[in-house]
């Protein structure tokens, strides 16, 4: 099908319907410029614009705050629009109706090429603002980003950096102990979102930070100081502060699923988030990619430079909230959740997305029961994936 303008009015009819608070029966979605208008339920068939195979699950969209690439890009090699426009909808045919797309660490010249397009780049469907992981990370904990590049941000760097305040809801990952106190103030001040990652922090450090208005940690368990019994470190943070919001990569490789349940245990669905840390091979059938002069393979569905070390994942936010029930446990309702309503209270966006309520915006998803993506909407404007064989209007 065409997509449709968002000052359309659209009734969506499903079978099932996530509002983002519980899973309700058979009803209809009513959308009207951009926004849930009314929702009714009941086994009555109303007239519908659009009508979802019997099967389908109706939920708010996804909501990724950590996908460096997708669709044969990787952000820090195209810091265009049409980079951005290509990782976006690489992620939408999965799921992903609102994302930030996100920079690793990189010379002085790629954040600012960034920046130059960031503004128009809010203009794209899908896009909710930018992720800027690192310069100011710590080198013991660098993973797979360039040591050479991992640096405390100068005057210049900073300029670039904060205007990302101005651009969306954007994040800033930074190891807190690597850089003064001052700066986390200036960039919060800026309009900046904070999570500590890539960080040999103490848990004594992290608390501080904090209370400077650090929110978040980035890929819990992951190129962090990890919890032991006499220093909590990162981990033990996180998992305590409920002040943070955690995003975790739910792949079955990054953490381990005794970890994962661990997480999910303590943070809560409220707290932890999914996100997918996707690279470039997303949405394709590729096997490599280079990652600043470094050979990244793809083999059962692991990525890893030559040296071994995890590069990104291979991962769609279906795929994640599919492994949330599969290798947590945990209910569909609760994997949907830190799917969507869980980033958007993180971004802050709370009372925009994460819900399927009246006056939210139509940023939604519906699915199959296997997981098989049928369609998604963005602003009430709809595409329809490959699954949608059954799909109709009404």
Known sequence: MGERSSSDVVTIAAPQIFDGIAMRGPGSIRISKGRIESITFGESKPRA???????????PGFIDVQVNGGGGVLLNDRPTEAGV??????????????????????????????????????????????????????????????????RVPDRRDLAAIKSFGNCGRSIVTLAPECVPASMIDELIGAGLRIAAGHSDA???????????????????????????AREPGLVGA????????????????????????????????????????????VGTNDRQFMLQGRQITLHENRLTGSDGTLGGAHLTMIEAVRNAVALVGISLVDA???????????????????????GYRADLVAFHPDFEIV????????????????????
């Open 49 to 59: 614009s659009i009508r979802l195979p019997r099967d389908a699950i109706l939920a």
């Open 85 to 150: 426009r290509r990782i976006v909808e690489a992620h939408r045919k999965q799921g992903t109706t609102g994302c930030l797309p996100t920079l690793i660490t990189d010379r002085s010249e790629v954040i600012e090429r960034l920046a130059a397009v960031a503004p128009a780049c809010l203009m794209l469907p899908g896009v909710l603002g930018f992720h800027l992981e690192g310069p100011a990370l710590n080198r013991s904990r660098k993973g797979i980003h360039p040591e050479a590049e991992i």
């Open 202 to 228: 103490t848990a004594a450090e992290i608390g501080q930070a904090v209370n400077r208005g650090v929110s978040g940690v980035t890929h819990l368990f992951n190129a962090m100081s990890q919890l032991n």
């Open 238 to 281: 996180a998992l305590g502060d409920d002040r943070l919001f955690a995003g975790i990569i739910c792949d079955g490789i990054h953490v381990d699923r005794a970890c994962l349940r661990v997480a999910f245990r303590c943070k809560g669905r409220d707290r932890l988030m999914l996100v997918t840390d996707a690279m470039p091979l």
């Open 336 to 358: 949907l959740i830190m799917a969507s309503r869980t980033p958007a209270a993180f971004l802050g966006l709370e009372s925009e997305l994460g819900r399927i309520a009246p």
């Open 375 to 394: 369609g998604t909407w963005i602003g009430g404007v709809g595409s329809i994936g490959e699954a949608s064989e059954a799909y109709h209007r009404g």
